[in-house]
């Protein structure tokens, strides 16, 4: 799913950048990503519009990589693509969860139309969290609104907790009230 056309990009120009709150910067052009240890995987990836691709394999440089040695102590990270569209995460989700950097699907490069040169995959959470043609990752302490919220999808977006649309509440799961006692039969 794309807002709109798939985006040319000149691999000769392009690069993927990470900034601190702090404005310390770290990038990389396509050559130094490429040189950056490659890891393959498999995962299960989930989509709004009702599919999911399970055991897909992945290859890609994990986030907390290009995180490592950076000095912040920022709560959320702005994720942005060549398209301006842009995702806001939790941090603690790029550290802790497996995200990546990825360059290839299937054992292939990535297609223009699938986020080449590269994207970033958060495979805990509906794909309109992992930005296509990724251009940049602004670290910071304020939850900005993303793209997915402005189009009516939720900002977090969470499958096992069906969290598809906006004005979905945080969970779909009623709570259990274990402070009752249940009625006799």
């Not at 274990?178 to 039969?185: D, G, K, L, Q, V």
């Amino acid at each position: 799913m794309s807002r709109g056309p798939v985006p040319t990009i000149e691999l000769e120009q392009w690069t993927v950048t990470v900034t601190t709150e702090r404005g310390q910067l770290a990038a990389w052009d396509w050559a130094e990503l490429n040189a950056l240890p490659q890891v393959p995987f498999e995962t299960d990836v989930h989509c709004v519009q009702g599919w999911s691709l399970i055991g897909s394999s992945w290859e890609g440089v994990p986030v907390r990589l290009l995180l490592s040695g950076l000095d912040t102590s920022a709560s959320y990270a702005v994720a942005t693509g060549a398209d301006r569209y842009r995702v806001c995460l939790p941090v603690d989700d790029l550290l802790e969860m497996p995200t990546w950097v990825v360059l290839r699907h299937a054992g292939h490069p990535l297609s223009p139309a699938h986020g080449a040169p590269a994207r970033l995959l958060v495979p805990h959470l509906y794909l309109h969290q992992s930005v296509k043609w990724l251009t940049d990752l602004a670290l910071t302490d304020r939850d900005v609104p993303g793209t997915p919220a402005a189009l009516g999808l939720h900002p977090y977006g969470d499958p096992w907790r069906q969290q598809r649309y906006r004005d979905q509440p945080r969970t779909l799961t009623p709570t259990l009230d274990h402070s009752t006692t249940p009625p006799e039969r």
